[in-house]
């Protein structure tokens, strides 16, 4: 089953390799969308791709900043993207 995920992430994310983290894991997980910075400090992450990948890559992002606080939605694809993108 394919899907999209959100999550904002709060905590120790921007200037720690949060973005480059999660692009490398999207693309190991063979998931497009992309990764930003948002104005407040926090990161955005969108990814699309199948359930079970998009589940591990909130698992492999919490090993990696284990300090970091998820807030994530799960829902239909909307906009499709191709790759994974930073912004």
């Given at each position: 089953m394919?899907?999209?995920?959100l999550a904002v992430v709060?905590?120790?994310?921007?200037?720690?390799g949060f973005r480059?983290?999660?692009r490398r894991l999207g693309e190991q997980l063979q998931l497009?969308?992309?990764?930003?910075?948002?104005?407040?400090?926090?990161?955005e992450v969108c990814a699309q791709g199948a359930r079970d990948h998009l589940e591990e890559l909130i698992v492999r992002l919490k090993r990696e900043f284990p300090?970091?606080?998820?807030?994530?939605?799960y829902r239909q694809v909307g906009q499709k993207y191709s790759g994974f993108t930073i912004f």
């Open positions: 394919h899907g999209e995920l709060r905590g120790r994310v921007q200037g720690v480059r983290t999660a497009s969308g992309f990764v930003r910075n948002l104005p407040e400090g926090s990161v300090t970091a606080s998820f807030e994530t939605v």
